[in-house]
T-cell receptor, first 116, second 112 residues
Framework: GAVVSQHPSWVICKSGTSVKIECRSL??????MFWYRQFPKQSLMLMAT?????????EQGVEKDKFLINHASLTLSTLTVTSAHPEDSSFYIC????????????FGPGTRLTVT | GNSVTQMEGPVTLSEEAFLTINCTYT??????LFWYVQYPGEGLQLLLK?????DKGSNKGFEATYRKETTSFHLEKGSVQVSDSAVYFC???????????FGTGTSLTVIP
């Protein structure tokens, strides 16, 4: 149980285009989902926290107009990278916290974004 | 504040060697502590966790004990295998916050 999926697993796009990444909790409901960014050989950097039905909370330094987050249901959150640039190339990982109140976060497998 | 300090790598060990990866933390409140493992090109997988002082988390031969007196959660394994090669992250979560605080990760390579 407690499986989180991400789609796509990898994507290549051209500069200036937008890319949407989906994060789904497959067998549980999640009140809160988190989006992280990971640079090569570095730790995870929290980008934003999204709660179902409300606006996401962005960490300092993260452009909310560039990284649009929508948490439409208790099992789905999406991250849209708008007007992508090569410096947005990274590994994006989502996680979900169950509605049951478990402190644990369950992580998705990640999405590798490459902007050319 | 809340933070995790993790032993820097990379760590290279021979198969069947003993592994220790140090992790210490600072926290406001009562943290839960976690070890996650990341294999190349993949996301994070929970390896083990402990939710209160003196708890021992264990999984797949890995162990870590929540030591409140030393604010530590060191990861150990008695005999590593090549398949254990991965990056290991120590993390904490406090009740008052949604956020996870990660260490910088320790890369482990096990050679035959």
């Amino acid at each position: 149980g407690a499986v989180v999926s991400q789609h796509p697993s990898w994507v290549i796009c051209k500069s200036g285009t937008s890319v949407k990444i989906e994060c789904r909790s497959l067998d549980f409901q999640a009140t809160t989902m988190f989006w992280y960014r990971q640079f090569p050989k570095q730790s995870l950097m929290l980008m934003a926290t999204s709660n179902e039905g409300s606006k996401a909370t962005y960490e300092q330094g993260v452009e909310k107009d560039k990284f649009l987050i929508n948490h439409a249901s208790l099992t789905l959150s999406t991250l849209t990278v708008t007007s992508a640039h090569p410096e947005d190339s990274s590994f994006y990982i989502c996680s979900a916290r169950p509605i049951t109140g478990d402190r644990e976060q369950y992580f998705g497998p990640g999405t590798r974004l490459t902007v050319t | 504040g809340n933070s995790v300090t993790q032993m820097e790598g990379p760590v290279t060990l021979s198969e069947e060697a003993f592994l220790t990866i140090n992790c210490t933390y600072t926290a406001t409140g009562y943290p839960s502590l976690f070890w996650y493992v990341q294999y190349p090109g993949e996301g994070l997988q929970l390896l083990l966790k402990a939710t209160k002082a003196d708890d021992k988390g264990s999984n797949k031969g890995f162990e870590a004990t929540y030591r409140k007196e030393t604010t530590s959660f060191h990861l150990e394994k008695g005999s590593v295998q090549v398949s254990d090669s991965a990056v290991y992250f120590c993390a904490l979560s406090v009740f008052s916050s949604n956020q996870f605080y990660f260490g910088t990760g320790t890369s482990l390579t096990v050679i035959p």
